[in-house]
């Protein structure tokens, strides 16, 4: 029998999100919609409550922590020495799916940096995220760490059921999950690195090197690969990522029983089962995961997908499947 302790709230209203932000207040979890992914939330500052977070998602400790912020007004109380070019970003990207990398002030400690001497900040643009940052900062919260809401290598969940589904056995009676409908980016958030004298791509999202050219005349660096150091984290560079139970194939011919994902225009092989068919490449993201997890329930042992081309956010659609393939079929429990 499968036991769920923690509560799912789908009115996220007024009273709801004050309960939620005093339960992050309390030391609990709170998974939240952004715009990208859905977020398991723990007060930053709070060394046990992060420490459930790593527990909860299985993941190795030392891996570092996205904090998000209601407004870039508190960009100050994370980050020092801020470029710039790193205002300009935040200015034209925020609330948005953008993470900055910077270098940190002593409020991100080292159970949150992964002992390194930068964090990660984002302001999320959702209006359940805005809402409880707004009233966790009120109740005097500094900002909330908040990973993917999933297992450590498994894909990232895009709707509170998959939340719950991913992470309901994990979940203590006092941790929470807000509903907040399918996540409307549903990939993760760009990450900018901004130690450097210019910026670069750690991991690409819908916020392209070419838009922020366009928004903001910043010059970012051209490959992101050229900015990774031996000894920089990369983010989703580990054994196992964004992949599902499923083996994830992305060349040769599909199978009969495979599932298969495609843009709309291609036509289902003979034998395969369709789980999506996006129009666009911004519907192949918002849809990817959610396709993924199907395989999932079920059943399926190889799930087939036909790459969108590398427009848009089709670059970083490219990179999470490429990841997803190389490792699957790998979740780790
Ligand atoms: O869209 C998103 O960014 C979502 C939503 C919930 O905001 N969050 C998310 O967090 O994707 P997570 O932890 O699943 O992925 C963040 C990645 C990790 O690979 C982590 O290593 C990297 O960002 N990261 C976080 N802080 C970092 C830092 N200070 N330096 C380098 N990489 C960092
Ligand atoms: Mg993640």
């Known amino acids: 029998m499968i036991i769920v302790y923690m509560s799912i709230i789908s009115n996220c209203n007024e009273s709801a999100i004050t309960h939620a932000a005093s339960s992050l207040v309390n030391g609990n979890l709170v998974s939240f919609p952004t715009e990208t992914v859905y977020g398991l939330g723990a007060n930053a500052t709070n060394i046990d409550a992060i ?6 998602k299985g993941r190795p400790l030392g891996h570092p922590l996205i904090v998000h912020i209601s407004s870039i007004e508190l960009l100050s109380e994370w980050a020092r020495e801020i470029p710039e070019y790193a205002i300009k970003l935040a200015k034209s990207f925020w609330p948005g799916p953008m993470t900055l990398i910077l270098p940190r002030t002593s409020l991100a400690q080292n159970f949150i940096t992964g002992s390194q001497d930068n964090v990660g900040i ?16 009120f109740l005097g919260g500094k900002g909330i760490a908040a990973p993917s809401a999933n297992r450590f290598g498994a894909v ?26 399918n996540c ?29 050219q366009e928004k903001t005349e910043v010059k970012m660096g ?9 000894n920089v984290r990369i983010p989703g560079n580990f054994d196992s990522h964004y992949s599902p139970k499923a083996q ?3 060349h040769g011919q599909p199978k009969s029983g495979d599932g298969y994902i495609a843009l709309s225009k291609i036509i289902t092989p003979k034998g395969t089962i369709r789980l999506a068919s996006p129009r666009d490449n911004n519907e192949f993201a ?17 799930v087939f997908v036909v790459s969108p081309n590398m427009d848009g956010i089709g670059l970083a659609i490219n990179d999470r ?13």
């Open 321 to 333: 499947l490429k990841k997803s393939a190389r490792h699957s079929p790998g979740i780790i429990i």
């Open 248 to 250: 994830v194939i992305l």
């Open 184 to 212: 409307q980016v549903g990939i993760e958030s760009t990450i900018i690195d901004c130690t450097k004298k210019i910026p670069f791509i750690l991991r690409p999202g819908v916020i392209t090197s070419d838009l922020v």
């Open 122 to 137: 984002r302001v999320p643009n959702h209006p359940i995220a805005l809402k409880l940052l707004k009233k966790f900062e």
């Open 51 to 56: 420490s459930r977070i790593y527990a909860v």
């Open 222 to 230: 051209t490959n992101f690969q050229e900015s990774f150091e031996p």
């Open 156 to 181: 990232s969940p895009t709707s509170a059921l998959d939340v719950q589904s991913e992470l309901g056995h994990f979940l203590a009676k006092n941790d929470l999950i807000l509903d907040g409908g």
């Open 286 to 302: 918002r849809e990817i995961y959610r396709a993924l997890r199907m395989a999932d329930k079920k059943g399926l042992s190889r």
